[in-house]
């Protein structure tokens, strides 16, 4: 009959069941995010195992993590300083961490009391979450989203439905229309802080222009 593990069940037969049990759960999950995907007019990735879509003209896909985790990944056309931002754990000891990020306070309440934030360079994230993307981020389910080259990836809970993983996705999108993508002569490389301001001027000009000129066309 085999050696026999806890439960008096041969070690074999157990681990039979074991790996049955796992991909009986890996089939539902695949089998919710195929109907999550459905639900939202998007695609099924066979190989990666992974729903792909759009969202606002941002490429996304979602896909199961570990630990009962939903993973989304929302690709964009150039590198992103690195820029972490995760659920505050309260009560907890504040442990030094070595990941060469400034932690930093928005100054905003209702956010700092949710979210708490490391950045590479401290002017990209307070550039980045102003207060339209942290009033999405609060109001959409938490999760982590970290920035990884080109790449805004995040972490969270598994949705209850797909208006959850939705909402999650909508704040994600709301961070990447806050980056200002013009700032960039190299796509492998973030732009640096007089970049971004040289190129916020530009686009100032460009509105302030622009609303002169429709003031002249109704006069």
Sequence with gaps: MGVKGPGGLPERLRDLRGDLRRRRAASARD????RYGAAMGWGWDEAAERMVGEIAGWPVSAYDGV????VIVLHTPAAMSPLLVRPRVQGGSVA???????????GDARFDAV??????????ATLVLSAEVRSALVAAPEQQWTTDG???IAEGPM???????????AALTAVLESVPWEAYSDPSVPPDKSEVAAALD????????????ELVQRD
């Design 96 to 106: 030094v961490e070595l990941d060469g990020m400034v932690g930093l306070m928005t």
């Design 159 to 169: 949705p209850r439905d797909p208006l959850d993983l939705l909402a999650r996705m």
């Design 150 to 152: 080109a790449d805004l």
């Design 115 to 124: 979210y708490e934030v490391r950045a590479a360079e401290p002017w990209f």
């Design 67 to 70: 630990d009962g985790t939903t």
């Design 202 to 213: 530009r686009r100032e000009n460009r509105l302030r222009h622009h609303a002169e000129a």
């Design 31 to 34: 089998s919710r995010f195929r």
